[in-house]
């Protein structure tokens, strides 16, 4: 079977469905930014093919199970730690998909001359799983990270 009739094939397969380019970004703490996770972290650009009628909890359990299999990303980052977020679009058009919309995967605005539907994953850890056990004197705090600003060098700080 020769490249031209498979790709013929696959169309006719998915013809129902809808093409997604997905891809995943981490807010980093450090530079107060969202980068672009990198495929050797596990966020590479994915395209799977969506039923029409996906809603924004579809297509977010089919983003989990992508990107944090087993509940933890290929870098370290675990699911339950994070706050996730999908937006559908690109530039000044994107938009957070939310519930109250009932937009499906099928009503979502095209790209690339209608052939596919755009989504970005975002995803920040949740501030109440950011704790830090800071022993000064021998007494143990617990507390946010926000708070060590200032007492970094006098104590043992211990990421928990």
């Known amino acids: 079977m020769t ?6 094939l696959k169309t006719a397969e998915n013809q129902s469905r809808i093409l997604i380019r997905f ?34 909890k579809d297509i977010l359990e089919i983003a989990k199970r992508h990107y944090f299999e087993n509940g933890m990303s290929l870098n ?5 730690d994070c706050d996730l977020t999908v937006y559908v679009g690109e530039g000044m058009e994107k938009r957070e998909l939310t519930d109250q919309e ?13 052939v596919f539907v755009k989504l970005s994953l975002y995803s920040k850890e949740k501030q109440s799983s950011k704790k830090t056990a ?3 004197i021998g007494i143990t705090f ?9 007492l970094r060098g006098l104590s043992r700080v211990h990421r928990m």
Not at 3 to 8: A, D, L, S, Y
Not at 23 to 33: D, K, S, V
């Open 3 to 8: 490249r031209n009739m498979r790709q013929r």
């Open 23 to 56: 891809h995943w970004n981490h807010y980093m703490e450090r530079t107060r930014l969202y980068d672009k996770v990198k495929a050797t972290d596990g966020g590479d650009t994915w395209e799977p093919y969506g039923e029409p009628s996906w809603t924004k």
């Open 76 to 80: 370290g980052i675990r699911e339950n």
């Open 102 to 114: 009932g937009t499906t995967l099928g009503e979502m605005p095209r790209m690339g001359n209608g």
């Open 134 to 136: 800071i022993t000064i």
């Open 142 to 150: 617990v507390v946010g990270s926000m708070a060590l600003f200032g």
